[in-house]
């Protein structure tokens, strides 16, 4: 197991990885950004090289210090077979068990492998089974309209606090800190209202995956999210990111406004993996 460190390698490992998509789009995602300044301090660790059958990305080492932010941990995960993944995932030097994460992949067998050893480790799971949506490029050019008084913004890190408020999985200081470096590091777009309070948004990811898509419940079914999706949109595929994201099978809102922006959805499962030490086991 290594990590890349080399540009000329990691260059290399973006070209084997867009040739691998769909599988690969979390990693290709995450080594695009490593490749371009590696705003979040990311990594990418092989199986072997120039050969690979597995590649996973991750914080560099002393990025999360806390043992219980999953949020801030994110690993994503390309594997070649099954074998070769179940072998990164046990191998104490790619992944440590005794600190939360989160394990992002588009390919079948991973779930299955981590489930067993989270089992066998004692070790708290939940999966989440998102559809995968991917945008083909470009995005449409002219500019899709809200039914509304609203004007396009980007969001600051003190904005946060109200993401934080609004979302499903936030509302701790852990989910507030990861909110506001999504903010700080990646592209990001929002709507306002006149008076200038907001009122949409869509984020993107170490991942380069767009998410936390948002409008307020007064705002919704007036196409906000879709200008927010669009405008996103433009911004990662103009510095030739690929367009894609997760949806849960029962999000008809969103996965209509991304419909309406031209993704379409692939059989693939875009795999969530959080993972949780078990709180019995203290050390
Ligand atoms: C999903 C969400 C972002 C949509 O925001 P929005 O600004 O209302 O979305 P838009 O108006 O741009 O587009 C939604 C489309 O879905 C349609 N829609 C709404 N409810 C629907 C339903 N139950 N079934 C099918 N379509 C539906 C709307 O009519 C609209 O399509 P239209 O333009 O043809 O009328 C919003 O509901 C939300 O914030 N939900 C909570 C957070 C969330 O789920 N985020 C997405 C995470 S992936």
Same mark, same amino acid.
């Given at each position: ?16 990885? #867009?040739?691998? &998509?769909? $599988? ?29 059958? !597995?590649?996973?990305?991750?914080? @560099? ?15 994503? =995960?390309?594997?070649? *077979?099954?074998? !070769? @993944?179940?072998? =990164? ?18 390919? *079948?067998?991973?779930? +299955?492998?981590?489930?067993? %050893? ?20 470009? /995005?449409?050019? @002219? $500019?899709?309209?809200? #039914?509304? *008084? ?17 979302? *499903? ?9 990861? &909110? +506001? ?28 995956? =767009? ?10 079914? $007036?196409? @906000? ?43 693939? %499962? ?6 949780? /030490? ?6």
């Amino acid at each position: 197991m290594l990590i890349l460190t080399s540009p000329l390698k990691l260059q290399l490992l973006e070209g084997v990885l #867009r040739r691998s &998509l769909p $599988q690969a789009l979390p990693v290709y995602g995450t080594v695009m950004h490593i490749n371009r300044g590696n705003p979040a301090q990311y990594e990418a660790v092989v199986d072997s090289w120039p050969e690979f059958k !597995a590649v996973l990305t991750r914080p @560099c080492k002393e990025v999360v210090k806390d043992k219980w932010d999953f949020y801030a941990n994110l690993h994503a =995960m390309f594997y070649r *077979d099954v074998d !070769a @993944c179940q072998a =990164m995932l046990e191998n104490a030097d790619a992944i440590n068990w005794s600190k939360a994460f989160q394990l992002h992949g588009i390919q *079948d067998g991973m779930y +299955e492998v981590v489930r067993d %050893i989270a089992e066998a480790r004692h070790v708290h799971l939940k999966p989440y089974f998102y559809q995968t949506l991917v945008h083909p490029g470009p /995005p449409a050019s @002219c $500019q899709s309209r809200p #039914r509304g *008084d609203f004007h396009f913004g980007i969001l600051n890190p003190s904005h946060a606090a109200i993401l934080n408020e609004a979302w *499903d999985f936030g509302g701790n200081n852990r989910s507030l800190r990861y &909110l +506001e470096s999504l903010i700080y590091y990646f592209p990001n777009t929002c709507l306002m209202n006149k008076d200038g309070q907001l009122v949409s948004w869509s984020l993107s990811d170490p991942l380069a995956c =767009m998410t936390h898509g948002y409008t307020f419940p007064q705002y919704r079914g $007036q196409g @906000c999210v879709q200008a927010t999706i669009q405008s996103i949109s433009k911004k990662l595929y103009a510095s030739g990111f690929p367009l894609y994201c997760g949806v849960l099978p029962e999000n008809q809102p969103s996965k209509q406004a991304l419909k309406h922006q031209g993704f379409h959805i692939l059989p693939e %499962i875009y795999y969530t993996i959080i993972v949780t /030490p078990n709180l019995d086991l203290k050390e």
